[in-house]
């Protein structure tokens, strides 16, 4: 997939062409830059009521993507992307296209009842205008938002297809030496071809970020959010459509990120909290710390979350409360280990290990983690938990067409949870 040139400052090709935050020299913007992506996915999943493979919680969908980014002189520029999805009416499974959140169980019934069932559809996932004056960048209208950026409101794709897009107002700036700012107003989440606004009132959500790497093979990274009006007791209901006693909410999220000799260490911390009344601020810490020998790599990452009221499941992967994947450090594999929308789960205390192996062809890939819990006796109280994944991604030999299986298991909730996962894309 090409990246857009369509900006020539450092900002645009870290916010608006794909994420990369890494400096890089300003590029003369191309007339036109073209993208897209054709694939498919096929989950097989076992949520405890349907066993593994079973038609009413599988998913199988085939998607394209097709994008374009166009300058148009003095500054200005535009952006559009589609895409669409179907299963060919094949009947093979019951669920809409998923995202890599392994569901919960009200989604795997949600997926059944079929009242969420869009097997075949296309949405407008992109449309933006961009305005460039000096070391200055804006951005308005439906975008992907990048992590490295927006820990809180971000994007990821699906077989190529953005799983949360955004309408918002996107301004960066890069005059301080190493360093990008950047403020955003993100109004309305777009899923599913499904547009919602943000908040009770719909006054969306509030965003200034800062990126530094002044310091040799570091990156440090900030952000500040600011909901008014937000439903953090009912996510799913109060994100959404409002409530009567939606209160504002504010949360903070920072990294460290840095390389010395054949170490990658990191730190990161999440702050959420709000106007409600007899609540408590949720906190996170995680910290990471990995290294290859030759054509093996691991990581190991430890991680905190407070006994808090407030989720640290974010408006990326979890926004619609789909999913509970986020970007903190410590969530586990298929959300096992994300805390704080179960009030009397405790405190919990996580351990995972990442490893990846390089192939003559592909890499095989796995990781297993741990979570404790200070509170798992209640009826409705997270157990601890314990998850664990391998994988292999490869191309198929010189198509060009890039291919991925996936085995996942969770034991959490009191339920396990497994997935089978099979996809294969195509990029152009």
């Not at 992307?81 to 093979?92: C, H, K, N, S």
């Not at 991680?303 to 619609?320: E, F, M, R, V």
């Not at 490893?355 to 796995?366: E, H, S």
């Not at 391998?390 to 991925?404: C, E, L, N, R, S």
């Amino acid at each position: 997939m090409k990246k857009g040139l369509l900006l020539s400052v450092v900002a645009s090709t870290m916010i608006f062409a794909g994420g990369d935050i890494a400096p890089v020299e300003p590029a003369a913007p191309a007339s036109a830059d073209f993208w897209g992506q054709i694939g498919f996915s096929y989950d097989f999943n076992d949520n405890g009521t349907y066993n593994l493979g079973d038609k009413e919680n599988n998913a199988f969908s085939a998607a394209v993507v097709l994008g374009v980014e166009k300058q148009l002189g003095h500054g200005f520029g535009v952006g559009f992307e589609v895409a669409g999805w179907t299963d060919f009416g094949l009947g093979i499974s019951g669920g809409p296209r998923v995202t890599e959140t392994l569901s919960r169980d009200w989604l795997a019934h949600q997926m059944t009842d079929g009242w969420y069932n869009k097997n075949s559809s296309a949405e407008v996932s992109q449309a933006y205008l961009t305005y460039s004056f000096g070391n200055t960048a804006i951005k308005v209208g439906r975008q992907a938002l990048p992590k490295a950026v927006s820990p809180w409101a971000w994007s990821d794709r699906t077989v190529g297809v953005i799983d949360y897009s955004y309408d918002a107002i996107v301004i960066a700036n890069t005059d301080l030496p190493d360093t990008t700012l950047v403020g955003a107003w993100v109004l309305n989440v777009a899923e599913n071809s499904d547009t919602i606004k943000l908040g009770a009132n719909g006054n969306g959500i509030f965003m200034l970020a800062a990126i530094n790497k002044s310091l040799a093979n570091t990156t440090l990274s900030a952000s500040a959010y600011y909901f008014p009006d937000f439903d953090f007791k009912l996510p799913f209901i109060g994100w959404l459509w409002g409530d009567a006693n939606a209160k504002d909410v504010w949360s903070v999220w920072a990294s460290a990120v840095t390389k010395f000799d054949d170490i990658n260490a990191g730190l990161q911390v999440a702050y959420v909290d709000g106007d409600y009344s007899n609540t408590d601020a949720t906190f996170g810490i995680a910290g990471k710390i990995g290294s290859s020998w030759g054509d093996l790599d691991a990581t190991l990452v430890a991680s905190y979350i407070n006994d808090g009221d407030y989720s640290l499941k974010t408006a990326g992967a979890g926004a619609l409360g789909v999913g509970d994947t986020s970007a903190f450090w410590g969530n586990g594999f298929g959300g096992t280990f994300t805390n704080g929308d179960i009030s009397d789960a405790g405190s919990v205390t996580a351990l995972r290990v990442d490893l990846g192996y390089k192939l003559p062809v592909g890499k095989l890939y796995g990781g297993i983690g741990y979570a404790w819990y200070s509170d798992d006796t209640s009826s409705t109280a997270n157990q601890d938990g314990f998850g664990a994944r391998i994988g292999y991604t490869f191309p198929v030999m010189d198509t060009g067409v890039h291919a991925k299986v996936e085995y996942r298991y969770a034991d959490n909730y009191q339920k396990t949870h497994q997935r089978v996962r099979v996809e294969a894309f195509y990029k152009f």
